[in-house]
């Protein structure tokens, strides 16, 4: 993964980075919701699920109909400037983008979850890569490794734990500390926690409910039980 100071201090990376999700984006702004996100959404409706915070930037579960979202890691469908701050719609940027580079194309071998296209070139010193109005550089607007996740996310994620009363994990390992951290939170101040995941997590320990199996046909299933 590109860490941010890479990103930032290196016009050769931001060209990389943004022919790799200019290639890829079709896809992942076409992707629609699964059973799952669309269960958490009925649960919030049911008034089952207080707040979502989730580590996901491809803001499916908005899409889905959940409403009380912190996004922890940011959305891929803004665009920020480093410099002056203002936001641009993604689908916005990719105009730009397409306009910039008329002649410019590679094909697309695998995708990841992130938008990160592996494309069939690994030549980007042609691709043009606009800037904002201010002259700033423009960085998809999620945290990248070597960031930190902005207090505000932090501290709103941490309020929607003291007004709960239990912490459900759905389809995270919690390897990384950004949402480990909420899991220490629940535990230190009494709250079950139920971990739903296919694999091992690393908060397993800390457990008052865990579940192995596919996080769609579960939550789908207490969704409609409920509902």
Same mark, same amino acid.
């Given at each position: 993964?590109?860490?941010?100071?890479?990103?930032?201090?290196?016009?050769?990376?931001?060209?990389?980075?943004?022919?790799?999700?200019?290639?890829?984006?079709?896809?992942?702004?076409?992707?629609?919701?699964?059973?799952?996100?669309?269960?958490?959404?009925?649960?919030?409706?049911?008034?089952?699920?207080?707040?979502?915070?989730?580590?996901?930037?491809?803001?499916?579960?908005?899409? %889905?109909?959940?409403?009380?979202?912190?996004?922890?890691?940011? $959305?891929?469908? !803004?665009? #920020? *400037?480093?410099?002056?701050? @203002?936001?641009?719609?993604?689908?916005?940027?990719?105009?730009?983008?397409?306009?910039?580079?008329?002649?410019?194309?590679?094909?697309?071998?695998?995708?990841?979850?992130?938008?990160? %296209?592996?494309?069939?070139?690994?030549?980007?010193?042609?691709? $043009?890569?606009? !800037?904002? #109005? *201010?002259?700033?550089?423009? @960085?998809?607007?999620?945290?990248?490794?070597?960031?930190?996740?902005?207090?505000?996310?932090?501290?709103?994620?941490?309020?929607?734990?003291?007004?709960?009363?239990?912490?459900?994990?759905v389809g995270s390992s919690?390897?990384?500390?950004?949402?480990?951290?909420?899991?220490?939170?629940?535990?230190?101040?009494?709250?079950?926690?139920?971990?739903?995941?296919?694999?091992?997590?690393?908060?397993?320990?800390?457990?008052?409910?865990?579940?192995?199996?596919?996080?769609?046909?579960?939550?789908?299933?207490?969704?409609?039980?409920?509902?």
């Amino acid at each position: 993964p590109m860490r941010f100071a890479q990103f930032a201090n290196h016009d050769r990376n931001q060209q990389r980075y943004w022919a790799q999700s200019f290639s890829g984006w079709e896809r992942i702004s076409a992707a629609t919701p699964n059973e799952g996100h669309v269960a958490l959404a009925e649960l919030e409706r049911l008034e089952r699920v207080h707040t979502l915070v989730t580590q996901n930037v491809d803001m499916l579960h908005q899409r %889905a109909g959940s409403r009380k979202v912190v996004d922890l890691h940011g $959305v891929l469908h !803004r665009v #920020r *400037c480093l410099s002056c701050g @203002k936001a641009t719609p993604r689908d916005d940027f990719q105009v730009q983008l397409r306009d910039a580079n008329p002649e410019w194309h590679a094909a697309v071998r695998r995708l990841a979850p992130d938008g990160d %296209a592996k494309l069939s070139r690994d030549d980007f010193e042609t691709f $043009v890569v606009p !800037r904002c #109005r *201010c002259g700033g550089t423009l @960085k998809p607007d999620v945290v990248f490794f070597g960031e930190s996740v902005p207090k505000a996310r932090v501290n709103a994620a941490h309020r929607a734990i003291e007004e709960s009363g239990a912490l459900l994990v759905v389809g995270s390992s919690l390897m990384v500390y950004s949402g480990y951290r909420f899991a220490l939170a629940a535990s230190k101040s009494g709250k079950p926690i139920a971990i739903l995941n296919r694999g091992r997590t690393r908060a397993d320990h800390l457990a008052t409910l865990r579940l192995r199996g596919d996080c769609s046909e579960l939550l789908g299933g207490v969704a409609s039980a409920l509902g």
